[in-house]
């Protein structure tokens, strides 16, 4: 079974910490992988996506790496900020369909 | 931009009563989704359509039917409600496969059966 899973589930951090959250899939179907944000009764804001061929994706503070061979993907935050307090999650790209994590509910402290 | 757009945004129902919840986007995609999302479950997928006319099915796609008879539309029916489909309902679309654009999410549907 195609799975992805995201580490740790939840994360607390002060305000200006650099942090990384992790994902990982056991499948190679999965040929690419997304990365989400959700914020509390909100649909999901699709932050970046990696394709295969790619190993990295830049967007301002945020930094998403992908490892196909190991089957990692990781989402940098440079600098947090209060405003970055929601759950984020990585979805890898399988065909016709999108394979979810469970997210990780980070917590940016003022 | 309203992007994409679910309604209703909260229903209750009884067990055995039908339902159907509307999906429109405005971004002339052409794929569309509906997702399940479920405590420490994560999104699951229902049904999907990669056109107008077309649909296919998810993960989960029991006890649903949609329908795809205009672009911008998506439409997911309950036939007849079971408390284990409470649930949040998304919506969401893309240009190409799933696998090679962003997706794009309307806000959800909280729908809890009783």
């Known amino acids: 079974k195609q799975e992805v899973t995201q580490i740790p589930a939840a994360l607390s951090v002060p305000e200006g910490e650099n942090l990384v959250l992790n994902c990982s899939f056991t499948d190679s179907a999965i040929y690419n992988l997304q990365w989400f944000r959700q914020d509390p009764g909100k649909g999901l804001t699709s932050l970046l996506l990696?394709?295969?061929?790619?190993r990295e994706q830049t967007s301002g503070r945020l930094n998403a790496s992908l490892d196909k061979s190991s089957g990692r993907s990781t989402l940098y935050i440079a600098a947090s900020q209060p405003g970055d307090s929601a759950t984020y999650l990585c979805a890898g790209g399988a065909t016709n369909k999108l394979i979810f994590g469970t997210g990780t509910l980070l917590a940016v402290q003022p | 931009n309203a992007g994409v757009t679910q309604t209703p945004k909260f229903r209750v129902l009884k067990t055995g009563q039908s339902m159907t919840l509307l999906c429109a986007q405005d971004m002339n995609h052409e794929y569309m989704y509906w997702y399940r999302q479920d405590p420490g479950m994560g999104l699951r997928l229902i049904h999907y359509s990669v056109g107008e006319g077309t649909t296919a099915k998810g993960e989960v796609p029991d006890g649903y039917n949609v329908s795809r008879l205009k672009k911008q539309n998506f439409l997911l029916g309950l036939e007849s409600a079971a408390p284990s489909q409470t649930s949040v309902y998304f919506c969401a679309s893309s240009w190409e496969s799933i696998s090679n654009q962003p997706q794009h999410f309307g806000d959800g549907t909280r729908l809890s059966i009783l």
């Open positions: 990696i394709q295969s061929s790619q």
